[in-house]
C-alpha cells in the first residue's frame, strides 16, 4: 500500500527554519514526481514547491523561491522541503504528494496534478 507521512511540522518564530520530511512507504520514490504543497485558512491548496522524478528539476512558487529548497534523499525513500526565513503568511498545513511524471514539472505543481497524498502537517509561523 502507497502510503506517504509527512513530519517536521511545528510552530516556529518569524525568520525561523524548519525542515519538512516527506517519508514514503509500499513505493520506491526515486523516479516519482514530488510535490510539496500547503493549504491556509480559507484558502486554496497552492503549490510550493516540486520536484520531477526523471531529471531532478525543480519548480517553486514565488513567494517561497530563495527561502525554501526541495531535495530528495532516494536511499532514505524521503523528500524534504528546507525553509527558511519563515514568514507569517507561510503558516499553513503541508502535505506532500506523490505522481508519476506527467509532464513538465511546473505544470503538475501549478496545476495540482498529484494523485497520493499525506495526511500533512502543521507548520505555524508567529511570535
Known amino acids: 500500500q502507497l502510503q506517504l507521512v509527512e513530519s517536521g511540522g511545528g510552530l516556529v518564530q518569524p525568520g525561523g527554519s524548519l525542515r519538512l520530511s516527506c517519508a514514503a512507504s509500499?513505493?520506491?520514490?526515486?523516479?516519482?514526481?514530488i510535490g510539496w504543497f500547503r493549504q491556509a485558512p480559507g484558502k486554496e491548496r497552492e503549490g510550493v514547491s516540486c520536484?520531477?522524478?526523471?531529471?531532478?528539476?525543480?519548480y517553486y512558487a514565488d513567494s517561497v523561491k530563495g527561502r525554501f529548497t526541495i531535495s530528495r534523499d532516494n536511499a532514505k525513500n524521503t523528500v524534504y522541503l528546507e525553509m527558511n526565513n519563515l514568514k507569517p503568511e507561510d503558516t499553513a498545513v503541508y502535505y506532500c504528494?506523490?505522481?508519476?511524471?506527467?509532464?513538465?514539472?511546473?505544470?503538475?505543481?501549478?496545476?495540482?496534478?498529484?494523485?497520493?497524498w499525506g495526511q500533512g502537517t502543521q507548520v505555524t509561523v508567529s511570535s
Open positions: 520536484i520531477s522524478g526523471s531529471d531532478g528539476s525543480t
Open positions: 504528494a506523490a505522481d508519476n511524471d506527467a509532464g513538465p514539472i511546473q505544470a503538475m505543481c501549478v496545476f495540482d496534478v498529484f494523485f497520493h
Open positions: 509500499g513505493f520506491t520514490l526515486d523516479y516519482y514526481a
